[in-house]
């Protein structure tokens, strides 16, 4: 993986990334997907809005022969909550720096009964916590339902010790010592 050098918000929903140049292409993915391959040490996101957070590109060059890592750990969260009546719109809030923080979107209730947010790119290894308020044509705004979640996307390999017997014939699989 390539290290950014320039994350640029450029528009409402367009973003400009520049990494450390090293052997290209450069294979660029999004939500796991293979989206791009360019040549140069640059590429320009236009597409859905991610509030005033990056979207999660992965970029991996000529000699990276590793899976991107979205593709089996995702780096985000995806909030889903039901509907409720009387609603005009729902707001997300996200814990940092002991204070919470209103992403700066507004879900609008459409009487589908389900929504869902899917956050920005989280720190492994870190506790996050979110909520949603629903909030009425009043400005009123519900107590929050919220979620909490330990970001572990690369789990440490197990340490174990496994033993086989030639006599059972059973693999015997325990932590080690």
Do not use: C
Request: hydrophobic share 40%; glycine share 6%; proline share 6%.
């Amino acid at each position: 993986m390539i290290t950014f050098s320039l994350i640029e918000k450029t528009g409402a929903a367009s973003w400009h990334f520049e990494w450390v140049a090293t052997t290209a292409p450069y294979r660029i993915y999004l939500d796991g997907r293979l989206v791009s391959t360019v040549t140069s040490a640059e590429y320009d996101y236009e597409g859905r809005a991610y509030g005033t957070y990056p979207p999660p590109l992965e970029v991996l060059d000529a000699n990276d022969s590793t899976t991107a890592q979205n593709l089996d750990y995702s780096p985000r969260l995806t909030l889903q909550w039901r509907g409720v009546t009387g609603t005009a719109y729902y707001v997300v809030e996200y814990y940092a720096d002991a204070a919470w923080t209103r992403v700066d979107l507004q879900i609008p209730e459409t009487g589908f009964g389900y929504y869902n947010y899917q956050t920005p790119v989280l720190t492994d290894v870190t506790t996050a916590q979110w909520r949603v308020l629903a909030v009425d044509a009043y400005a009123n705004e519900s107590d929050p339902l919220a979620f909490s979640a330990l970001i572990v996307r690369n789990p440490d390999t197990p340490d174990v010790t496994m033993t086989y017997s030639a006599v059972s014939g059973n693999v015997t699989i325990a932590e080690a010592s």
